[in-house]
């Protein structure tokens, strides 16, 4: 019956836990989605506070939770410009996935970490992490592997390493082209045009980014079509084809209008401008500079004023971290302190309780030479006549037949001085106390007469109650002064 309960007992305890973590984790999945939507909406400060309400909801062991989670405040933090922060970040996500040891996670942290150090022009430590995002990518993942050597190449470009740049993008396109993703293969191709284009082989450059417009124009990709027309004006300008360098230009500012991807048009414009050499298009492209300059400056000051309130809130968090600190210390220091007193105290009435037992040994000690010295014998000391004037008869009576009535138990008749009080003591306890002046332990006496230590222990207490000691010692010096025992 007993097992039975305890049986439902544990399976009551763990449903109650398994239904606190269902509701954890509904929380977690509710709160995770209203950071997407925010996220995907561009308020990226409303993401990072939906994110903050996820971690504390998090059981611990939940390992992918927390790696989901830091990635999610690395990408928010990175579309800030706060790249310090989405570092930080996605350096957790990284050691999270580590634990995990899910190679596809840890190529897209990798992945990340380098599009945020890249972003913050420290190339060769973007290069690092995007050549491990390479190596982690799984075996067979085609699509995974050409993207991730599409960035590398980026960061390549960037380094002026446009041999090494132009390879992997080769190899990215060789594996679009092995499972025939016309999307990607076009994009590749553009991205091969301008390395080839940055490493000054021009001719090369043109005939790959005009097959790529083609590809993109027959998918109808406008927003890689408007880089790619970008990049064919200043490829027609370093060949001197001016006429088909306006011709794009115009093309890209038209599309570029069209899907409202303003820095292209910006591109366009300065693209088209100096072609024409025309005012009225230099006036435009600084307008529309100057408006996208002060766009950036409210974004950073909004990210400034979102970043305020965060340190804010940190610092009260901090202090209040510190007061709760200095409150802990104090409250440590007081129980030190009373702890110190009582001990002081204790002390105190140790020594006091032993000096007042010195003091009464002493005292004992004192009377008891006193005692001594006043009954020791002299010479001069005279019999006085009545003292002898028994008979030999009346002597002899007197030792055969002795009164009972003066004789006191415990108290040897041969030694009547000093008088003694009149303290019955049994002839056991005497015994214990003849053995007390011989220095013999509670063990020894007992195992001489053959009883248990505790019933000598308490022969002992019994002794010192009747005879108003307090210890060994000051029943040796009683004993002795008593006449009860001899040393």
Known sequence: MIAKKSVITIALIFSGLSFAMAANLKKCEDLYAQYVECYEKGDYSGSIKYLEQVLPNIHPDSIFWFSDTYNGFAYAYFRMGRFEKAVDYEQKALDCDYQIGDSARISSSLTLMASILAHQRLFADAEHYMRGAVDYVPAGNTLMLASRYSILSEILST????????????????????????????????????????????????????????????????????????????????????????????????????????????????????????????????????????????????????????????REIAQQQVTIERQQNALVVLVVVLLAIFLALVLVFIIRRMRRDIEHTEKMARELFVSGKQNAPTEETTVEPKTIAKTDDAAEQNTKQPDESQTVVGIPTENPEPAQPAIQLSPREIEIVKACCQGKLSKEIADEFGISKKTVDNHKSAIYQKLGVCNNTELILYAVKHGIAKL
């Open 159 to 314: 380094q002026d390493k446009n041999d090494e740049a132009i390879y992997y993008i080769q190899q990215s396109y060789k594996l679009d082209s092995i499972d025939n993703r016309t999307d990607k293969m076009a994009v590749r191709l553009s991205q091969l045009g301008a390395a080839y284009m940055q490493n000054d082989e021009h001719q090369k450059a043109y005939v790959i980014l005009a097959q790529a417009s083609e590809k993109l124009r027959a998918i109808d990709n406008k927003s890689s079509l408007c880089i790619n027309l970008i990049a064919q004006t200043r490829n027609y300008i370093a060949l001197g084809r001016k006429a088909e360098a306006e011709k794009t230009a115009v093309e890209c500012l038209e599309l570029s209008e069209k899907i409202g991807q303003r820095k292209n048009k910006l591109d366009a414009l300065r693209n088209l401008a100096a072609l024409r050499n025309s005012p009225q298009l230099y006036k435009q492209t600084l307008a529309l500079s100057d408006s996208l300059y002060n766009e950036q400056i409210s974004q950073q000051v909004a990210d400034f004023e979102v970043r305020y309130a965060t340190a804010e809130k940190e």
